[in-house]
């Protein structure tokens, strides 16, 4: 089942999108999805990490030996995700203080490791980067549509970068259930139904 | 065997490789993320303490040990002046310690005013501490030879309805930087000096 390149990419973007078809790494999806921004935020520290992990896993995957192959990845992993650490706290530390611990968590989240081990440690380097790019941006897409589903009904407004914006005007009563724990799953169940709805054939 | 030693080197060169890099990307963010820190933490409470200086209070500090405790200071420039200095203490809260800017206006032997950085006080009783101004603002102008104090222990600060430990915590904080600030005036004095 040979894939072509632009599917490589396009894949992560509907077919394989993490949290809705492979639902996996939920942990972040559920817990940081209060805004938009925070969910934007996250998803994008996570394409870089995945990108970049897949791109090394790649090409030292003649050279890393089978057995301690998952030691290799997790300690590139953890590498990137401590430069996406220390570049987010210099550069944007307000983001950072709300997504606070789950950035660390980035390194146990099974998507990252998963395509290491699944994808790029089987694909040439130039696959592995489309690979990366199109789970990230997958990823991404998919925090930001539960963010906005939550924010928006849990206040009322949509939070792109800093300020929120009022959307439903003065009059809305916020449905503050959803920007909690809990409607973080019923926002997830209904968003997956959906999905499969969608993609029924 | 060979097996076993390719494993060695390869974990070796890349933990090594990574801790390199590493190292190198924190030694290079390093100054920014400490002014980050101050920016977002400390820097509201400064800055609003220290409304209407001409220079950067987080840009302009220094430090100084007092009593074996390294504390930051930060320089307030009005009309010219290196006039007000503010620094931290604390004081024991009802949910922990509640961090404190205090600002002192060296030329008038003042308090400049006091704005809370940290704390883990009720929110809607003593949080009120930091996001309702009006508290804070009895603090302005004050002299410094006095302690201060809330009304109920014969002072007159009015204290957060609700949240008289918080506001003793508050008061006391204050006290003790009137106590740091006494200490070093001397020192202080010297050190604002450079920043003419």
């Known amino acids: 089942m040979a894939r072509s390149i632009v599917q490589e990419f396009t894949k992560g973007l509907w077919d394989e999108v993490p949290p809705f078809r492979l639902v996996l790494g939920l942990c972040p999806v559920l817990a940081v999805t209060k805004t938009v921004e925070n969910g934007i935020g996250m998803g994008l520290a996570t394409t870089f990490v995945l990108v970049c992990s897949n791109v090394l896993v790649s090409m030292l995957r003649k050279v890393i030996p089978a057995k301690v192959r998952i030691a290799c990845y997790i300690v590139i992993i953890a590498t990137f995700v401590t430069v996406v650490e220390l570049v987010m706290q210099a550069f944007a530390y307000p983001l950072f203080l709300k997504l606070g611990i789950f950035i660390p968590l980035i390194v146990v989240n099974c998507i990252v490791l998963g395509r290491s081990e699944a994808f790029a440690s089987k694909n040439g380097i130039f696959r592995s980067l489309l690979d990366g790019l199109g789970i990230g941006i997958g990823f991404t897409l998919s925090l930001s549509a539960l963010a906005a589903v939550r924010e928006l009904l849990g206040t009322g407004d949509l939070t792109i970068w800093e300020k929120p914006i009022d959307i439903f005007g003065p009059s809305f009563q916020p449905f503050s259930f959803m920007v909690e724990a809990p409607g973080a799953f019923v926002a997830l169940g209904l968003m997956l139904c959906l999905m499969n709805l969608v993609g029924k054939k | 065997m060979r097996e076993m030693i390719k494993m060695l080197i390869v974990l070796t060169i890349l933990a090594t490789l990574s801790g390199g890099l590493l190292a190198a990307i924190r030694d290079n963010t390093k100054d920014r993320i400490e002014n980050q820190v101050l920016e977002f933490v400390k820097g509201p409470a400064i800055r609003s303490i220290l409304e209407g200086a001409t220079n950067d209070p987080i840009v302009d500090r220094f430090q100084l040990k007092v009593d074996d405790v390294e504390r930051t200071f930060f320089v307030g420039v009005m009309d010219g002046q290196p006039s007000a200095v503010t620094f931290e203490t604390s004081g024991k809260g009802y949910g922990g310690d509640v961090g404190l800017m205090v600002g002192i206006d060296v030329e008038n032997d003042q308090i400049k005013g006091v704005g809370v950085t940290t704390h883990a006080e009720t929110p809607g009783m003593g949080a ?11 603090f302005r102008e004050l002299p410094l030879a006095e302690p201060v104090n809330v009304t109920g222990d014969g002072g007159s600060i009015n204290a957060i309805s609700g949240a008289t430990i918080t506001s003793r915590a508050i008061c006391s904080a204050t006290n003790d930087a009137l106590k740091i600030y006494e200490k070093i005036k001397p020192q202080l004095a010297d050190k604002l000096k450079e920043f003419k």
């Open chain 2, 128 to 138: 009120k501490a930091k996001t309702d101004p009006s508290f804070v603002a009895q």
